[in-house]
């Protein structure tokens, strides 16, 4: 079970943001988390809060167990891209949701990373080549046009490749200007 799937389902998280008028999606959080350590932000720093709180237009994460789910969606992330094998799973409406809803959150998602990013590196800008293509990429789809995705399998084959575009543009980021994991393990060889 990779740690995506230990998290409460995306639209319950989605329900507790509303709920509590955080004015941002699950998918847009999870891009913002991800662009702050592909901006350069250590995976174990805890500034990722100070971040978001930012982004959010809020002085603290409240109620208490919203800050819980949010440490918990961050937990997870660090996870995923901190691992032997860069895993990044994307948080998005399960393949059940309608291919607009899934469509727009990939958007969302890309417009959350953009933000992050931008954030971290105060505007900066992108000297690598590779990194300013990829972000271009991100940039695009996130003004996806949510009209021309329909509900055949061709459109659901085109989310597929589009997602996975998007686990590989962000790891290409990370891997140039993100922080490597740090390495715990203290044995001499």
């Known amino acids: 079970m990779n740690k995506a799937e230990q998290l409460a389902s995306y639209d ?3 329900k507790l943001l509303d709920a509590n008028q955080y004015l941002i999606t699950v998918a847009e959080l999870q891009g913002l988390l991800m662009g702050f350590y592909s901006a350069g932000l250590e995976l174990d720093d ?3 809060k100070k971040h978001l709180m930012k982004q959010l237009a809020v002085s603290e994460l409240q109620p208490e167990f919203v800050a819980i789910q949010l440490t ?9 891209i901190s691992s032997e094998i860069f895993g990044l799973e994307l948080l998005i409406p399960d393949d059940e949701s309608p291919t607009t809803t899934r469509g727009e959150a990939l958007g969302y ?6 933000l992050g990013y931008m954030q971290v ?8 080549e590779d990194v300013a293509d990829a972000l271009e990429d991100l940039e695009e789809i996130s003004n996806i046009d949510l009209d021309s995705i329909g509900n055949t399998e061709e459109d659901e084959k085109s989310l597929f490749e ?3 575009h998007i686990k590989v543009t962000a790891q290409l980021i990370h891997s140039v200007n993100g922080q490597a994991p740090v390495d ?6």
């Open 72 to 80: 918990e969606i961050n937990k997870a992330l660090v996870s995923m």
């Open 46 to 48: 805890h500034s990722w």
């Open 12 to 14: 319950d998280l989605q």
């Open 121 to 128: 590196t105060e505007n900066k800008e992108e000297t690598d």
């Open 109 to 114: 998602w890309c417009q959350g990373f953009l």
């Open 162 to 164: 589009i997602t996975e």
């Open 184 to 189: 715990t393990d203290e044995t001499i060889h």
